[in-house]
């Protein structure tokens, strides 16, 4: 049973910063892309964030500079530090993975955590 927990969320002011993380089961974790997605209100879920196998990683142009994305394979664990948080980052963020050369989420989305910021 695959397992994907979102915590770390809640309300800050404009400039904050926040972590998110996310703690996986089920798979094997260190195989797979681990990546962060978002949707905010009125918006369809946008890909935010990813970490390759590798250790190589992307991000969307409205995050660049400002959020970092790591990985932790004896954790199982994946985290996005979120600096200079802005009001259009508000949304719910969630987390997934991608196998091999795929491009596609593999698995089924959990709750997410939301992430306000708000003055």
């Known amino acids: 049973q695959v397992q994907l927990v979102e915590s770390g969320g809640g309300l800050v002011q404009p400039g904050g910063s926040l972590r998110l993380s996310c703690a996986a089961s089920?798979?094997?974790?260190?195989?797979?892309?681990m990546v962060w997605y978002r949707q905010a209100p009125g918006k369809q879920r946008e890909l935010v964030a990813r970490?390759?196998?590798?250790?190589?990683?992307n991000y969307a142009d409205s995050v660049k500079g400002r959020f970092t994305i790591s990985r932790d394979n004896m954790k199982n664990t994946v985290y996005l530090q979120m600096n200079s948080l802005k009001p259009e980052d508000t949304g719910v963020y969630y987390c997934?993975?991608?196998?091999?050369?795929?491009?596609?989420?593999?698995?089924?989305w959990g709750q997410g955590t939301q992430v306000t910021v708000s003055s």
């Open positions: 970490i390759r196998i590798s250790g190589s990683t």
């Open positions: 997934n993975a991608f196998r091999g050369m795929r491009d596609s989420v593999a698995w089924d």
């Open positions: 089920g798979f094997i974790f260190s195989m797979y892309d």
